[in-house]
């Protein structure tokens, strides 16, 4: 147990790499660099272009060498995606999910399928911090009860996780109660860091450098003018499957496999979780489609789902904000009609392709337990690569 003196100066540490990653970063995103998506983005292009959506990271980085059980290195961390702000937990919002394999784990879902609600916080972190997160969680929400309890006396959080073991000491179980606090309290709308940051801290995506990352789509007037969002916490995949823009870059960009123990190209490691957000009026099993239709924008980047991936989504709308009242009577609730939903669908496949490839560019190379080291996906030779196939947009072939 660490004494007090300790805990202050693990935290404290914890704020730095969380300060010091936030001043990195102000990188090139996908557009940057001008890699071609259908689709238009919203204003900051993110999850929280979605009015009321609020996102907080709590990052974790400290020390090197060798794995000590229990001291680190450390490379992990906690992101938090609150629907309603901090009317979360009183406010539910509709939500379906979808497992498109489920080597992985995101508490709380059965609730979800059962009640049609959302009922908190999505959370993000890695495998073995799932359980002290989710009672975290509940410990938050009854803190933000207040002394009545109001919404706390029940809770069933939703917690997913991606695996950091290759650069992490997960079995250390650096993330304490206080980290989710601070994710939870410091979410707030506008830009998202991306990158190694928040949950994504430790992972790794199709051979490179992955983590947290974000895209949204604002959908035509005739379409209904609506906004959808994406956010990612990716760490699946194999290089030699690697798409941008449709061109395989992977195969055209050397890097040493991260994985020393098995070649990448004989088994697909590591998992993604992705959150979908939306305003626009969807009911429970809708969502469900939204959510099912995030595996095809994985599969634009080349993802086969391998069976040691788990690929894990969950979509909610902040639409119908009375729809969860317990007044004993039956509440009125909007939907977009089935044949309407065209558009959403093609943005959650568009939003979810580039969130991916934000969360790539925005990550950095990164030295783990044991010297494990991985390289951020190199922006230069990725737009060579895609200059070669003409794949750039006109701005930045000028």
């Given at each position: 147990m660490l004494r007090q003196s300790a805990l202050v100066s693990f935290v404290l540490l914890?704020?730095?790499a969380?300060?010091?990653?936030a001043a990195d970063a102000r990188h090139e995103r996908a557009r940057d660099l001008g890699i071609p998506f259908d689709g238009t983005p919203g204003p900051l292009n993110a999850i929280t272009d979605v009015q009321g959506v609020l996102v907080g990271q709590t990052t974790l980085i400290e020390g090197d060498g060798k794995l000590v059980v229990g001291k680190g290195p450390v490379r992990t961390g906690v992101t938090a995606v609150l629907p309603r702000g901090k009317d979360s937990i009183r406010q539910f919002s509709y939500a379906g999910w979808f497992s498109q394999n489920g080597n992985g784990e995101m508490t709380g879902t059965t609730w979800v399928d059962e009640s049609g609600f959302l009922e908190g916080p999505v959370m993000i972190t890695n495998t073995h911090s799932v359980g002290v997160v989710r009672d975290a969680v509940i410990a938050w929400r009854v803190k933000q009860g207040g002394e009545d309890q109001t919404g706390a006396w029940w809770s069933l959080p939703v917690v997913a996780e991606t695996w950091d073991g290759w650069l992490n000491d997960i079995n250390g179980f650096h993330v304490k109660p206080e980290h989710v606090f601070q994710a939870l309290d410091s979410a707030r709308s506008g830009p998202v860091e991306e990158g190694a940051v928040g949950g994504g801290t430790g992972m790794i995506c199709n051979g490179f450098k992955g983590g947290i990352g974000t895209s949204s789509r604002k959908l035509a007037d005739k379409d209904g003018g609506y906004t959808l969002g994406v956010l990612v916490q990716c760490n699946y995949g194999l290089r030699a499957n690697l798409r941008i823009a449709g061109i395989p870059v992977g195969r055209e960009i050397e890097s040493e496999d991260p994985y020393a123990f098995q070649p990448s190209f004989s088994a697909e490691h590591g998992s993604i979780i992705v959150v979908v957000a939306t305003d626009a009026p969807l009911l429970p099993h809708q969502l469900k489609r939204i959510a099912r239709r995030v595996s095809l924008g994985l599969g634009r980047e080349g993802s086969i789902s391998g069976n040691g991936s788990g690929d894990i989504f969950i979509a909610f709308s902040t639409a119908n904000p009375g729809a969860s009242?317990?007044?004993?009577?039956?509440?009125t609730v909007r939907m977009v009609p089935n044949d309407s939903m065209d558009a959403l669908f093609a943005a959650t496949?568009?939003?979810?392709?580039e969130?991916?490839?934000?969360?790539?560019?925005?990550a950095h190379d990164m030295t783990?337990?044991?010297?494990?080291?991985?390289?951020?996906?190199?922006?230069?030779e990725l737009r060579k690569v895609l200059a070669r196939y003409n794949r750039l947009t006109d701005k930045a072939r000028r």
């Open positions: 914890a704020l730095a969380t300060v010091a990653v009242e317990n007044d004993h009577g039956p509440v496949v568009q939003a979810t392709e969130a991916i490839v934000n969360a790539m560019l925005g783990g337990i044991d010297g494990h080291h991985v390289r951020a996906l190199p922006h230069d």
